[in-house]
């Protein structure tokens, strides 16, 4: 049995002039759940798309439930399951016609149609709402039925390309134990998104910018892997705090976090005694400074500052 659910060899996606995705090598393992994390413009979407088959590569190959994305396209789609922060459902109709037409596109039909149907409804929580119309849902309802259209073939493979976009903090939650549900029993999620809470579920992370893979590896060990000593700064207005330091030369990276500001600096005991210095020059408070262990969002900034900066506009 295949171990790699999805294999991706020097991937690029060409625009014109534009190169929205730069040569992207890596592998998804059978049953992992695979975070694709990035700034907007970054490439996660098109990378996705190229995937799941709905964008052709300019070069480079890639094979999805082991089949070519390229040559082979029609078979992919009918191998996955695909879920935008769209939903990807159809407002004017109702639950239950949703999943009839998905159940339609995907060929599913009779008694195997009748009881992804009931599946679909009792996961979602909708069996009570099965006639009212997609358009008057909440988002948390739309996006667990959105779930249950994309996997109603039951597919090896799942992409979700931000999926919780808009939706409330336990509603996300609750999606996110749907998620491991569906790894526990084999699938394998290959999901984008710039919630950093989300981006710790996953068991990997490929960190993407500028269209192209700057890291890859497990959330613990990416934060790790940060090398400078990081210092949290507490202080009466962290915005100018933040101006006040982040030129100084021992300072790499100086960001808001929270009502905090975190600050990557080159030596801990310089830092210690010149930033509360500098912050009194520019008449602020330094409440408190001391040494914190990373973030996946430091970790996340400072890669992306460390590779040019996320694209503008």
């Known amino acids: 049995m295949a171990t790699e659910a999805v294999s991706v060899r020097d991937l690029t996606r060409k625009f014109g002039d534009f190169t929205a995705v730069d040569g992207a090598t890596f592998n998804v393992q059978v049953g992992e759940i695979f975070g694709f994390l990035g700034p907007n413009g970054a490439g996660k979407t098109t990378t996705i798309k190229m995937l799941a088959g709905l964008l052709r590569p300019t070069s480079g190959t890639a094979r999805v439930a082991g089949y070519d994305v390229d040559r082979e396209s029609a078979k992919v789609k009918m191998s996955i399951g695909y879920m935008s922060q769209l939903f990807s459902l159809y407002a004017d109709l109702t639950v239950e016609e949703n999943i009839q037409l998905f159940g339609g596109l995907y060929g599913v039909a009779g008694n195997r149609l009748a009881e992804r149907r009931s599946w679909i409804l009792e996961m979602a929580g909708l069996a009570e709402h099965r006639r009212r119309t997609t358009g008057e849902l909440s988002l948390g309802w739309k996006q667990r039925l959105a779930l249950g259209c994309a996997v109603l073939h039951e597919p090896p493979i799942l992409f979700l390309d931000e999926p919780t976009s808009g939706v409330d903090p336990v509603s996300r939650r609750s999606f996110w134990d749907l998620i491991y549900e569906l790894a526990e029993e084999g699938t394998t999620v290959f999901v984008s998104t710039h919630y950093m809470e989300e981006a710790e579920y996953c068991h990997r992370l490929a960190l993407m910018n500028r269209g192209r893979l700057i890291a890859l590896d497990r959330p613990a060990a990416l934060k790790r892997a940060l090398d400078q000593p990081l210092l949290r700064l507490?202080?009466?207005?962290?915005?100018?705090?933040?101006?006040?330091?982040?030129?100084?030369?021992f300072v790499t990276e100086a960001a808001m976090f929270g009502r905090a500001v975190h600050a990557l600096v080159t030596d801990e005991h310089v830092a210690t005694s010149e930033i509360p210095r500098a912050l009194l020059d520019a008449g602020r408070t330094c409440d408190s400074l001391a040494p914190v262990p990373p973030s996946l969002e430091d970790v996340f900034v400072a890669l992306v500052r460390r590779e040019g900066g996320a694209v503008v506009g």
């Open 234 to 249: 507490e202080t009466d207005d962290p915005a100018k705090a933040v101006e006040a330091i982040r030129g100084l030369p």
